[in-house]
């Protein structure tokens, strides 16, 4: 979807995370910009907003991503996240049958409600617990068919698929009007080795 | 018409009655304040000596409020919430395991403390930064000649009460909580104690939609410029979330804090009432914008206190069978049909209301666990309303608040009522207060309260039956009230719940006119 006149320009982009507790969303976040996994992540630890850019292409891509804190369970304060929102990344959890179902829900509120041009992931995490499943991947796979949603399994923990989620979304958004603030500072970027990938948060000024 | 909420105990208990007094002036309280009492003051066993009534359990005069007091404990203990049973799920291994706890609130402390100056941080630099751009007196010419036409004179829908917010946290709230340090548990306390000025957050949310809108419209642009200037990584959209953020922070804190917290600790009682403070204030934001878009309404809203709740349910009246969108105010019970419009925007057209204070409810009626009943005055087919809402949690949440307020009134009322007993009996507050001091006499005012209404009821011809005194309602005249009272009620009455079968629950009320 690149066009040629983006070369080597920066866009910048906001991404919403929304989806059930405890199905792993801040560690998601956390895995991208950090690199970092918290066995025991405590469900209040998350940073409010982060940032992390990524280059595709000869783009440099910047996302501006906004953890929910479960502002999700208000009805009137989840609109307020994902109205300015160009991405969301919904997450469920494939051994929480009852997340999927959730997962649903608001990918149907996303599409009613949020800009129509958005940008929909869905993301089963938490797929290193293969074992415990309660949610197929063809039932995943199938639903996001259906909706015309990006979808991946994800694995916070052992960092599978975490990058690459965001490098789908990255590929799929309309690349239109560039920000013009100069060069992005490199050690910013996502290196797409997620070995490698230990750089920290610029979080806010 | 707000009034001061009092534990039910030192309602109760004679040797509090001139803290209550006292108290009664102090309007500016809003009701979360006895909302979050009510759960508290019946969650909490009225063991502690300087909180219980010496008479409660042997004086035979005590009956009037007693036993009421003992049922309502009964009735109404909370039942849990999902959120509730979420807590006792989340990391069960870990409250079993002492020293991973410990670490564990050491984390959440030492996180709410750091990001707490972070969010200070983040609140100075949109005042600092963003507002007097809109301050025509921080303009240059040039600067003023840029200020888009649309966005002159908008800095409150833009910024809503950011400054206030700020001004709570850097002056107030952030020295409270750092008085906690070496206390988790103290901050709950902490929290309650700031209680009426985290009313600042649902004003913030109300407006925030309104602030969404123009910066989509016009402000996003141009407040890009400065961001640019500043060389900030997030704009100034991300900031003015920030404070919806950290409230739902407190939430998520509040509740962490609560799971780690031992039942039998004092600050339990505490920490809970912070955690349904918060998740009030998120809750109020939302209804107070949905109570903006009730169209054709005659009753002016401003005036009927809180906005507690608001909910879709179907609403059985006689043969009709509708279903209404119902707000509950402090004082009215609102019933509006919802209507969509292409926008998404949902508006609610008003069709009738209930006063509060004319109102009984039985909290459980019919097999499916999810409805309630309301009635007008009486108890009748023709004045009741079966109430059915989504789900058996949100039918206890209903039912907990109305029964909150309609006991909040009675015990105001009873308030009310001893007062103006001792007034016409020509005591002071002073000598009330020394009165009630005594053991031998502690529910004085009590007892000739009723004698009081005994007699009045009797000069209007409607004795109340003798037999009803011990265990069915107590009933007050109209009079009484109206004459003692602020409020716009025509009529007081006194709850008696009583059991009526293992599931239902009735608020019984009478009324003289």
Redesign the interface.
């Given at each position: 979807m690149a066009s040629a006149a983006a070369t080597g320009k920066t866009f910048q982009f906001k991404l919403v995370l929304l989806g059930e507790?405890a199905v792993g969303k801040s560690s998601l976040v956390l895995r991208f910009v950090k690199g970092q996994f918290y066995e025991?992540q405590?469900?209040?630890?998350g940073a409010?907003?982060l940032?992390q850019t990524i280059n595709l292409d000869d783009m440099v891509i910047k996302f501006?991503i906004?953890d929910?804190?479960?502002?999700e369970r208000?009805?009137?304060?989840a609109?307020?996240?994902y109205?300015?929102a160009q991405a969301a990344i919904v997450v469920y959890d494939i051994t929480n049958k009852e997340s999927f179902n959730r997962a649903k829900v608001w990918i149907e509120e996303l599409q009613?409600?949020a800009s129509p041009n958005i940008v929909i992931a869905l993301a089963g995490n938490k797929n290193d617990l293969d074992t415990s499943r309660t949610t197929t991947y063809e039932e995943g796979s199938a639903f996001a068919e259906e909706n015309n949603l990006l979808f991946l399994e994800t694995s916070a923990k052992t960092a599978n698929n975490v990058n690459e989620i965001f490098m789908v979304i990255a590929k799929k958004l309309p690349k239109v009007n560039p920000t013009t603030?100069g060069p992005q500072r490199a050690q910013g970027n996502v290196d797409l080795n997620p070995q490698q990938n230990t750089q920290s948060s610029?979080?806010?000024? | 018409m707000k009034r001061k909420s009092h534990s039910l105990w030192e309602i109760l208990a004679p040797n509090k009655i001139q803290n209550c007094n006292n108290n009664n002036d102090d309007s500016s309280k809003p009701f979360k304040r006895k909302y979050g009492w009510f759960r508290q003051t019946f969650k909490r066993k009225p063991t502690t000596p300087s909180k219980t009534s010496p008479s409660s359990s042997s004086s035979k005069s005590s009956s009037l409020s007693s036993p009421s007091t003992t049922a309502a404990a009964a009735t109404f203990s909370p039942h849990p919430t999902s959120d509730e049973v979420?807590i006792l799920k989340?990391?069960d291994a870990?409250s079993q395991d002492p020293l991973k706890q410990k670490k564990?609130l050491a984390?959440?402390t030492n996180?709410l403390m750091s990001t707490e100056l972070d969010y200070i941080n983040?609140l100075y630099?949109v005042i600092t930064n963003y507002i007097p751009l809109l301050q025509q007196r921080h303009q240059t010419q040039s600067a003023l000649v840029s200020l888009p036409e649309t966005l002159r004179g908008k800095k409150y829908i833009i910024f809503g009460n950011i400054e206030k917010i700020y001004e709570f946290h850097s002056k107030r709230f952030h020295e409270s909580l750092n008085l906690c340090r070496g206390h988790p548990y103290a901050l709950g306390a902490a929290f309650m104690k700031h209680e009426s000025e985290f009313y600042l957050y649902s004003l913030y949310?109300k407006n925030?939609?309104k602030s969404?809108a123009l910066m989509?419209e016009c402000g996003r642009k141009f407040f890009q410029l400065k961001q640019?200037e500043?060389?900030?990584?997030?704009?100034l959209?991300?900031?003015l979330?920030?404070p919806?953020?950290?409230l739902?922070?407190y939430?998520?804190?509040l509740?962490?804090l609560l799971h780690s917290c031992p039942l039998h600790m004092p600050e339990f009682q505490e920490i809970e009432a912070a955690l349904e403070m918060v998740r009030f204030e998120?809750?109020h934001?939302?209804d107070l914008?949905?109570a903006d878009c009730i169209l054709g309404c005659d009753v002016n809203l401003e005036e009927q206190g809180t906005l507690l709740r608001r909910d879709e349910m179907m609403v059985t009246t006689k043969m009709k069978r509708t279903s209404y969108h119902v707000f509950l105010y402090e004082d009215i019970l609102l019933f509006t049909k919802t209507k969509k419009k292409a926008s998404?925007q949902d508006f609610y057209s008003y069709k009738f209301s209930l006063r509060t204070t004319e109102m009984g409810l039985t909290e459980s009626v019919g097999d499916d666990g999810l409805s309630f009943e309301v009635w007008f005055r009486k108890r009748t087919p023709g004045t009741s309303y079966k109430m059915q809402v989504r789900s058996r949690e949100s039918k206890n949440k209903w039912t907990f608040d109305l029964a909150a307020l309609l006991w909040r009134q009675t015990i105001a009322f009873r308030q009310r009522l001893a007062d103006r007993v001792a007034m016409e009996t020509g005591m002071s507050s002073s000598e009330r207060t020394t009165m009630a001091s005594s053991k031998n006499n502690n529910h004085c005012d009590v007892i000739t309260s009723q004698k009081i209404i005994s007699q009045r009821c009797s000069q209007n011809g409607n004795e109340p039956d003798p037999g009803q005194k011990e265990s069915k309602p107590t009933s007050y005249m109209s009079s009484l009230s109206s004459a003692s009272s602020s409020s716009s009620a025509s009529c007081s009455t006194t709850p008696h719940p009583f059991k009526t079968n293992d599931s239902t629950y009735t608020f019984n009320y009478n009324f003289w006119r």
């Open positions: 507790s025991h405590e469900s209040t630890i409010a907003f940032t501006e906004w929910t804190a479960g502002q208000f009805h009137s304060l609109p307020m996240y109205r300015g009613k409600q603030a610029k979080g806010c000024c | 979420e989340i990391d870990l564990s984390c959440l996180e983040s630099h949310s925030k939609p969404d989509s640019k500043l060389n900030c990584a997030m704009d959209e991300s900031f979330l920030k919806i953020q950290r739902t922070k939430a998520l804190m509740k962490r998120l809750r934001g939302e914008l949905a998404g």
